[in-house]
C-alpha cells in the first residue's frame, strides 16, 4: 500500500491517537462531575459532621473512592474499549481507546489500528493499515 508521506509522519507521531485540547477538556469535565456530585457533597459533609469518622483512614478510604468513580467516568465519557483478543487469542488485549464525539469513523479506525499495533504486529497481519477508505470507511 503507498501512503504518502504526511500521512505516515501523522500516524508514527500518534497524532491520531491524542488530540490534547478535547480530551482534556473531557477529563476535566468528568473530574468535576464527580468531585461535584450531590452523593460526594453529601459523603463529605457526613465525614465532616461526625469527628470521630475524620480518622485519617476513613478520610483516605473517602477519596481513593471519590478517584476510583473519577476514573470510571473518565474512562467511560472519554474511551472506547476494544478487544483484540477477538484478532489474536495469544497477542490480543483490552485497549482502551481515546474518543470524542466529532471524531470521523476514519480517524477513529486510524486509532484503534494503531493502538492494536503499538504492543504487536496483529492488525498488521488481519487489515492492512491505511485501508479504510478502500472499504467505505
Given amino acids: 500500500v503507498q501512503v504518502?508521506?504526511?500521512?505516515y509522519v501523522a500516524a508514527m507521531r500518534n497524532d491520531s491517537?491524542?488530540?490534547g485540547d478535547k480530551f482534556y477538556s473531557?477529563?476535566?469535565?468528568?473530574?468535576?462531575?464527580?468531585?461535584?456530585s450531590e452523593e460526594t457533597v453529601s459523603s463529605v459533609?457526613?465525614?465532616?459532621?461526625?469527628?470521630d469518622s475524620?480518622?485519617?483512614?476513613?478520610?483516605?478510604?473517602?477519596?481513593?473512592?471519590?478517584?476510583?468513580?473519577?476514573?470510571?467516568?473518565?474512562?467511560?465519557?472519554?474511551?472506547i474499549t476494544v478487544d483484540s483478543r477477538t484478532l489474536?487469542?495469544?497477542?490480543?488485549?483490552?485497549?482502551?481507546?481515546?474518543?470524542?464525539d466529532d471524531l470521523q469513523v476514519g480517524q477513529f479506525l486510524d486509532r484503534v489500528f494503531f493502538a492494536i499495533n503499538r504492543n504487536s504486529a496483529i492488525a498488521d497481519a488481519v487489515i492492512q493499515p491505511f485501508t479504510m477508505l478502500k472499504h467505505g470507511c
Fill in 4 to 7: 504518502d508521506v504526511a500521512t
Fill in 26 to 36: 473531557q477529563v476535566e469535565v468528568a473530574v468535576r462531575n464527580v468531585l461535584a
Fill in 88 to 100: 489474536d487469542k495469544n497477542r490480543g488485549s483490552l485497549l482502551q481507546i481515546p474518543y470524542e
Fill in 17 to 19: 491517537l491524542v488530540s
Fill in 54 to 79: 475524620l480518622a485519617p483512614d476513613n478520610v483516605s478510604r473517602l477519596l481513593q473512592g471519590f478517584a476510583n468513580e473519577a476514573v470510571e467516568e473518565i474512562r467511560k465519557t472519554s474511551f
Fill in 45 to 51: 459533609t457526613k465525614l465532616i459532621a461526625d469527628k
